[in-house]
């Protein structure tokens, strides 16, 4: 009877080692005991990495609005309960939905770290001022928190795939840029944040090769014309901007993409927001689609 006791208990106990998931996250090892149900994210990117799979979050950041969340990766998942901003997530409605998961950006949430493991296994991965490169690194480890690695790695290798194909076909050799605006100025994408690196990615020069330091680059009209990029796509958030005062100056008509009318209005929120495979295809097929 004792040996058979001391058999199930080493079963049991060889289940549960089984069972736990560990992966290396920015704060060290992440670790839970089963792939988890009930998924909340604190990042736009992050939604993306869980439709790729076809998971649905239960809660998502999304700065109170759902349609901040692209079509494209909206209409793959369930809808879900807002948790209010991207940088101050409200823990209490976190907590109200019982996750057994949270997964959350180092830049913006490392100080309330501590608070969210309190709710559940807390997964820190990089999102904001990611590059492209960063980002695969996350959905890959994404896809091993869930217990899905070997799926998440065959959909990064289908990705890939497409990538090579879109850059086969765009084949360009101008130079190009990207950027948000607002009311309050314009931030220029250099090719270490996720945009740029889509361009790089693709085989694209890009205008402002050289900057390297920043992900994001606040400018000037009179940096922009600098750059000079032969396409220039520009995000805006809000219906006045600073590309309004732009457009004015003759100093916009002589940029190279505006003169030769490869200036192309965009979605910021595909471009510059909601970063990850599925976003990094459809600006491909954007970048395939404008180029002459």
Known sequence: MFKILTSCLLGLLSFNLAAQINVQDEMGTFSIQAPAKRIVVLEF????????????????ADDGK?????????NKIQPWTSVGKRYT????IIAALKPDMIIADKQSHASIYAQLKELAPTLMLKSRGESYQDNLVAVAKIGK???????????IE???QRMDDYASKINSDKTFL?????ARGIWLHSPVAYA????????????IANETEKAYISST????????????????????TVIDNFTKSPLWSMISAVKNKNYQPTDPFLWSKNRGMIAAELMAEELQGMIK
């Open 145 to 155: 928190a869930l217990d899905q690695e070997q799926k998440m790695t065959q959909l």
């Open 45 to 60: 990117s992050f939604v993306d990495a869980l439709a790729s799979l076809g998971v649905s979050p239960i809660g998502v």
């Open 221 to 240: 009209l009179e940096n922009l014309l600098k750059a000079n990029p032969d396409y220039l796509l520009i995000g805006e958030y809000g219906e006045q």
């Open 196 to 207: 740029g690196g889509v361009m790089t990615r693709l085989g694209l020069k890009s205008a």
């Open 89 to 92: 997530p409200n823990l209490e």
């Open 158 to 160: 289908a990705h890939n």
């Open 178 to 182: 990207f950027g948000v605006a607002n």
């Open 66 to 74: 759902a349609d901040n969340v692209i079509p494209q990766i909206k």
